[in-house]
């Protein structure tokens, strides 16, 4: 193997990267442009809305409940005979608003959503339908792109605080009933320290989450070459992509918004 070998190697992974970059900057500067086409993409986002959001609501409540259930079944064998049971509550909460309930759905609605974003974007690339909306001089960015993402940024936080609000519901009915504990005991663990802000701190990252997971899918669909093994490659790098992003995104707005 040639010496130059890892260097070419490098060169061409750096190219990649700065293209991409590139490509998905002006994608994101041809969405803005397009937000001012109202007229073409308000009538297709309620549908969107409806197929990232409302689709999405019985996984995340899935996961968020048997997050709960383990939260508070975990909590109560740590805290045994040195923390008095009560701050139960005070974990399941806490854990399940400022972390688990963001960072565990934005997980699975990066493989539901991203996955179906970008497939349905790389399908309608590899067949021309796309190059056919750019031939009649119908803007394909406003009609694809800022619907799936207005979707993914309005939606998110509103499937985030459903899949809280049943996490929460989990941790305490498994509290009744497996840790004997009184409602009034879990509610005054829960309460113990909870600011507002959290909900809030919890809203943000949802939101940041859905702009990225949608983005991405609709970048890498938009931007898909090679047939049927394109669009495989594209659903996959939208998925791998949007749960590295959001692991990411979940650590700065943690050093920034709670520091």
Known sequence: MSILSPVAWVG???LSVVSNIGRAGMLAAGAFRALR????????????????GVASIPIALFIAAFTGIVLAIQAS??????????????????????????????LALAGR??????AELGTMRVTEQI???ESLAYDPVAYLVVPRVLAGLLMFPVVVTFAMAVG???????????????????????????????????????ASFGLVVTGL??????????????????????????????????AFWAATLLN
């Open 37 to 52: 086409k109202g007229d073409i993409w308000l009538r297709h986002l309620i549908p969107q809305m409806v197929a990232v």
């Open 168 to 206: 929460i519901a989990a941790g305490w009915l498994t509290s009744l009933g497996m840790l004997d504990m009184a409602t009034a005991q879990f509610v005054r663990g829960l309460r113990l320290f909870f600011e507002p802000f959290d909900i809030t701190f919890a809203l943000i990252k949802s």
């Open 77 to 106: 064998y740590t805290f045994t005979g040195t923390v008095p049971l009560y701050f139960v509550g005070a974990l399941v909460g806490k854990t399940i608003i400022l972390e688990l309930g963001p960072v565990l759905t934005g």
């Open 131 to 133: 190059d056919a909306l």
């Open 12 to 14: 061409r992974v750096g």
């Open 113 to 118: 959503v991203g996955a179906n974003v970008a």
């Open 217 to 250: 899918g609709c970048y890498f669909g938009y931007t898909c070459s090679g047939g049927a093994a394109g669009v495989g490659r594209a659903t996959t790098r939208a998925v791998v992509a949007g749960s590295m992003v959001i692991l990411v995104l979940d």
